[in-house]
């Protein structure tokens, strides 16, 4: 029996062999060497630098979301891209068209509440501070400031009688953050 099974094992080997061996490719079958020089390595794009509030082209925007550091792009509402850097205030006139965007929701806060929800894009956390229109028991309309913000551990019901003192009373809770300039209060003027 172990003839047999010796037998039977040496034939597999022999014929895998065989077959195999017919599959390799001669030295006269194989593919000419190519005569076209080999592709060089495209050289990296330059880091995109400016300062924030700088125009970004869109070639340049896109370029800039892909690299490391704290500079980024926004695109403003009319599609245009303005560099911003996530460790310094924003460029006023972007924190001028967030204002407008979050004022464009009236006196809806929840809808208010949604549009800073998208202004994440800054790479910062948003406060609003807007007026609030309410009404008292007696159907008399009463207008307060008010700061709102996803935050973390924002505190609720910050209100004053102006942006002024609202953003005064905002301020000592910001000193108290590990890192306040990822932050940005925004003023809503509506």
């Given at each position: 029996m172990r003839?047999?099974?010796?037998?039977?094992?040496?034939?597999?080997?022999?014929?895998?062999?065989?077959?195999l061996?017919?599959?390799a490719?001669?030295?006269s079958?194989?593919?000419?060497a190519?005569?076209?020089?080999?592709?060089?390595?495209?050289?990296s794009?330059?880091?995109i630098?400016?300062?924030?509030?700088?125009?970004?082209s869109?070639?340049?925007a896109k370029?800039l979301?892909?690299q490391?550091g704290?500079l980024?792009?926004?695109e403003?509402?009319d599609?245009?891209?303005?560099?911003?850097d996530?460790?310094?205030?924003?460029?006023?006139?972007?924190?001028?068209?967030?204002?407008?965007n979050?004022g464009?929701?009236?006196n809806?806060?929840g809808?208010?509440?949604?549009k800073l929800?998208?202004?994440?894009?800054?790479?910062?956390?948003i406060i609003?501070?807007?007026?609030?229109?309410?009404?008292d028991g007696?159907?008399?309309?009463?207008?307060?400031?008010?700061?709102?913000?996803?935050?973390?551990?924002?505190p609720?019901?910050i209100?004053?009688?102006?942006?002024?003192?609202?953003?005064s009373q905002?301020?000592?809770?910001?000193?108290?953050?590990?890192?306040?300039?990822q932050?940005?209060?925004?003023?809503?003027?509506n």
């Open positions: 003839a047999f099974t010796a037998s039977a094992v040496l034939t597999a080997v022999l014929t895998a062999s065989l077959l061996g017919g599959c490719a001669t030295e079958e194989a593919a000419p190519s005569s076209a020089p080999s592709p060089q390595a495209t050289a794009p330059e880091p630098t400016g300062a924030p509030g700088d125009s970004l869109a070639e340049e370029q979301n892909g490391r704290t980024r792009p926004y403003m509402n599609g245009s891209h303005v560099l911003i996530v460790e310094q205030p924003l460029p006023p006139a972007v924190k001028e068209e967030i204002a407008q979050l464009s929701a009236g809806d806060s809808s208010a509440l949604s929800n998208q202004e994440s894009s800054t790479g910062k956390t609003m501070v807007r007026k609030l229109h309410a009404g007696n159907g008399n309309a009463v207008f307060t400031w008010v700061a709102a913000s996803y935050a973390s551990g924002f609720m019901g209100m004053g009688g102006s942006a002024d003192s609202v953003v905002v301020q000592p809770w910001l000193n108290s953050q590990r890192d306040p300039a932050y940005e209060v925004i003023v809503v003027n």
